[in-house]
């Protein structure tokens, strides 16, 4: 064996590449699956993975927790995928993930996935899946679910061997942030966990540059970096806005992915353009701005003329866009093109960023500013949706103030509102409570109401409030749920009290499936038993068995100071609050 000096000397005569590869040969070590996935999930961002342990990801949990990413375990997956769904909304990049064991656990999260499609919020969901060799032998757990998800994510693949890991995942990450958000999902192969190489194989096959989103595996270019310029779209949308004498602003969600706040508040604030929001749109704009008109929608809506629509969809929401009229020229900017001939083809429809489209179509209205409110026909219309608005705020005055017992839901929410602090986020998750807080509930800043959005899923309060909070984690977190939704999700509780997430949950317990309202309308004898629960159910003392905060609220006088002991107790807290199963549905 040569000695170190003899070593050396032959080391001096090689070429630089011939040392470089000796020198990764001499510290090469071997790396396992589960470690190449957590450190690539580690250098994509990835800060939290939500998870159950199982075969075959135990060792990728393990891993995960080494270098640095912190693992929550969960008490059902498809609250896992919803936590991590939340997380990634409120913070406003994926920075969250799920990994689920084979076969019944990547099906139980199925829902979550599919709250993403609909919301188009980004998530990664990695799944294990048996042995590739021993495919189609009846071995357990054995699932395709690459065929299974490929109608409800923007990809769906599979990972067969440990060279493929790196890119795999960069191009996962990339594909659920590009252009509009949603998940993606990798199926991983058992084989692939436990299979070694060498890290500096590991190494050469991370790419370090940006390739285009049809190679395998690349990283897809940033819909934002690479957008066009719609000179004439955007200059024809500014002349609409400048000779409008009636325009009107629909602020959605989907604004969440480009942040465009400034221009927001130029539009409404210094062109005075009234506005109306999504469900989960409210708060881009606060709701008590003097000429917000949510409330109104309908007769802001029929009454313009011109509207410009900004990451809202014209589906269901927005009544398939039949608010409008068949003359209201209509201005809608969206990332995806197949959204702006969805359902009302657009006078002016521009694909693009909304931020970037809008930072240039400000820039036309500053050559030409649009002069609506000098004009006294447009005052005129104003005064008639303040006087709609008004009206409206007196209907449903008595509701908040009646201290009839038991509550209606929109005192509950009422009372609640009296204890948030401004900046506190507020989930949402039922049918009747979703409606009350619409009508009552006021939201001031961005990112600061989650509802289960566009598919109207019920159960994730629970875990959108977990995933914000841990987005968020300085800002008061309270879910305001219905005991429908209470029931799929109340032990994800013991997951908040075992890693200190501290948190409100209010429930309006109405001791059913909306109620009586339900079964009333819908249900005969016997069968009202599938809506209708049994009357005052304790939910509280389910929370404090698991280590939780609760109390049990009858009177709507007792619900601040209960609030106000929930947030001193500073861990989970469950205020089950008895609400009047009779009352009508809210009328939006």
Same mark, same amino acid.
């Given at each position: 064996?040569?000695?170190?000096?003899?070593?050396?000397?032959?080391?001096?005569?090689?070429?630089?590449?011939?040392?470089?590869?000796?020198?990764?040969?001499?510290?090469?070590?071997?790396?396992?699956?589960?470690?190449?996935?957590?450190?690539?999930?580690?250098?994509?961002?990835?800060?939290?993975?939500?998870?159950?342990?199982?075969?075959?990801?135990?060792?990728?949990?393990?891993?995960?927790?080494?270098?640095?990413?912190?693992?929550?375990?969960?008490?059902?997956?498809?609250?896992?995928?919803?936590?991590?769904?939340?997380?990634?909304?409120?913070?406003?990049?994926?920075?969250?993930?799920?990994?689920?064991?084979?076969?019944?656990?990547?099906?139980?999260?199925?829902?979550?996935?599919?709250?993403?499609?609909?919301?188009?919020?980004?998530?990664?969901?990695?799944?294990?899946?048996?042995?590739?060799?021993?495919?189609?032998?009846?071995?357990?757990?054995?699932?395709?679910?690459?065929?299974?998800?490929?109608?409800?994510?923007?990809?769906?693949?599979?990972?067969?061997?440990?060279?493929?890991?790196?890119?795999?995942?960069?191009?996962?990450?990339?594909?659920?942030?590009?252009?509009?958000?949603?998940?993606?999902?990798?199926?991983?192969?058992?084989?692939?966990?436990?299979?070694?190489?060498?890290?500096?194989?590991?190494?050469?096959?991370?790419?370090?540059?940006?390739?285009?989103?049809?190679?395998?595996?690349?990283?897809?270019?940033?819909?934002?970096?690479?957008?066009?310029?719609?000179? @004439?779209?955007?200059?024809? *949308? !500014?002349? +609409?806005?400048?000779?409008?004498?009636?325009?009107?602003? $629909? &602020? =959605?969600?989907?604004?969440?992915?480009?942040?465009?706040?400034?221009?927001?508040?130029?539009?409404?604030?210094?062109?005075?353009?009234?506005?109306?929001?999504?469900?989960?749109?409210?708060?881009?704009?606060?709701?008590?701005?003097?000429?917000?008109?949510?409330?109104?929608?309908?007769?802001?809506?029929?009454?313009?003329?011109?509207?410009?629509?900004?990451?809202?969809?014209?589906?269901?929401?927005?009544?398939?866009?039949?608010?409008?009229?068949?003359?209201?020229?209509?201005? @809608?900017?969206?990332?995806? *093109? !197949?959204? +702006?001939?969805?359902?009302?083809?657009?006078?002016?429809? $521009? &694909? =693009?960023?909304?931020?970037?489209?809008?930072?240039?179509?400000?820039?036309?209205?500053?050559?030409?500013?649009?002069?609506?409110?000098?004009?006294?026909?447009?005052?005129?219309?104003?005064?008639?949706?303040?006087?709609?608005?008004?009206?409206?705020?007196?209907?449903?005055?008595?509701?908040?103030?009646?201290?009839?017992?038991?509550?209606?839901?929109?005192?509950?929410?009422?009372?609640?509102?009296?204890?948030?602090?401004?900046?506190?986020?507020?989930?949402?998750?039922?049918?009747?409570?979703?409606?009350?807080?619409?009508?009552?509930?006021?939201?001031?800043?961005?990112?600061?109401?989650?509802?289960?959005?566009?598919?109207?899923?019920?159960?994730?309060?629970?875990?959108?409030?977990?995933?914000?909070?841990?987005?968020?984690?300085?800002?008061?977190?309270?879910?305001?749920?219905?005991?429908?939704?209470?029931?799929?999700?109340?032990?994800?509780?013991?997951?908040?009290?075992?890693?200190?997430?501290?948190?409100?949950?209010?429930?309006?317990?109405?001791?059913?499936?909306?109620?009586?309202?339900?079964?009333?309308?819908?249900?005969?004898?016997?069968?009202?038993?599938?809506?209708?629960?049994?009357?005052?159910?304790?939910?509280?003392?389910?929370?404090?068995?698991?280590?939780?905060?609760?109390?049990?609220?009858?009177?709507?006088?007792?619900?601040?100071?209960?609030?106000?002991?929930?947030?001193?107790?500073?861990?989970?807290?469950?205020?089950?609050?008895?609400?009047?199963?009779?009352?009508?549905?809210?009328?939006?």
């Amino acid at each position: 064996m040569p000695d170190r000096q003899d070593l050396a000397q032959t080391i001096s005569t090689l070429s630089a590449a011939q040392r470089s590869l000796l020198g990764a040969r001499l510290s090469d070590t071997s790396v396992d699956g589960s470690t190449l996935i957590a450190r690539s999930l580690k250098e994509l961002g990835i800060g939290h993975i939500y998870s159950i342990a199982g075969t075959p990801i135990d060792r990728t949990l393990t891993a995960c927790a080494e270098v640095g990413i912190c693992v929550v375990g969960v008490r059902h997956q498809n609250n896992g995928v919803l936590m991590a769904l939340a997380q990634n909304y409120v913070a406003g990049q994926l920075v969250a993930a799920a990994i689920l064991s084979a076969g019944p656990a990547v099906t139980n999260a199925a829902t979550g996935i599919l709250v993403a499609w609909d919301n188009a919020w980004p998530l990664l969901v990695l799944g294990g899946r048996r042995s590739l060799q021993m495919q189609g032998k009846g071995q357990f757990q054995e699932l395709d679910a690459v065929a299974l998800f490929q109608s409800i994510t923007k990809y769906a693949g599979l990972v067969a061997t440990i060279a493929e890991i790196p890119n795999a995942l960069r191009h996962a990450v990339g594909v659920a942030i590009a252009a509009r958000p949603g998940p993606v999902y990798l199926d991983i192969a058992e084989e692939v966990f436990t299979d070694t190489q060498s890290t500096a194989i590991s190494s050469a096959l991370t790419p370090t540059a940006v390739t285009g989103q049809d190679e395998p595996f690349g990283l897809p270019i940033s819909t934002r970096e690479s957008l066009k310029d719609h000179p @004439q779209a955007i200059q024809r *949308a !500014a002349h +609409l806005l400048s000779q409008a004498s009636r325009p009107a602003l $629909i &602020v =959605g969600k989907g604004v969440r992915w480009s942040t465009p706040y400034a221009a927001l508040d130029c539009l409404v604030n210094r062109y005075r353009i009234p506005f109306v929001t999504s469900p989960m749109g409210r708060g881009f704009l606060p709701d008590d701005h003097p000429i917000c008109y949510t409330s109104v929608r309908a007769a802001l809506l029929a009454t313009a003329d011109v509207v410009l629509v900004l990451g809202a969809r014209l589906n269901w929401t927005f009544r398939f866009g039949a608010e409008l009229r068949a003359e209201t020229e209509l201005i @809608q900017i969206d990332i995806e *093109a !197949a959204e +702006l001939e969805a359902n009302v083809k657009p006078d002016v429809g $521009i &694909v =693009g960023d909304v931020e970037v489209v809008l930072a240039q179509l400000l820039a036309y209205l500053e050559q030409s500013p649009p002069k609506h409110h000098c004009l006294p026909t447009f005052h005129t219309w104003l005064r008639e949706l303040d006087r709609q608005k008004a009206q409206k705020e007196r209907e449903i005055e008595p509701l908040l103030t009646s201290d009839a017992i038991p509550m209606s839901p929109q005192r509950l929410v009422h009372e609640i509102q009296a204890c948030l602090p401004r900046n506190a986020i507020c989930i949402v998750d039922g049918s009747v409570i979703l409606a009350a807080t619409q009508q009552v509930l006021k939201t001031y800043l961005p990112v600061s109401r989650l509802t289960p959005g566009s598919n109207g899923c019920i159960g994730t309060g629970i875990p959108f409030a977990i995933g914000a909070k841990l987005a968020q984690p300085d800002r008061l977190v309270v879910a305001i749920c219905g005991d429908t939704g209470i029931g799929m999700s109340l032990m994800e509780l013991e997951t908040a009290v075992r890693y200190q997430i501290p948190l409100i949950v209010a429930i309006a317990n109405n001791n059913g499936n909306s109620g009586s309202l339900r079964s009333s309308s819908h249900l005969d004898g016997e069968a009202r038993r599938i809506a209708m629960f049994q009357p005052d159910l304790r939910y509280e003392q389910i929370v404090s068995v698991l280590g939780g905060y609760g109390e049990f609220i009858t009177s709507p006088q007792d619900i601040q100071p209960a609030l106000q002991r929930a947030i001193a107790a500073n861990t989970a807290a469950c205020i089950n609050v008895k609400v009047d199963p009779a009352a009508p549905y809210p009328l939006l």
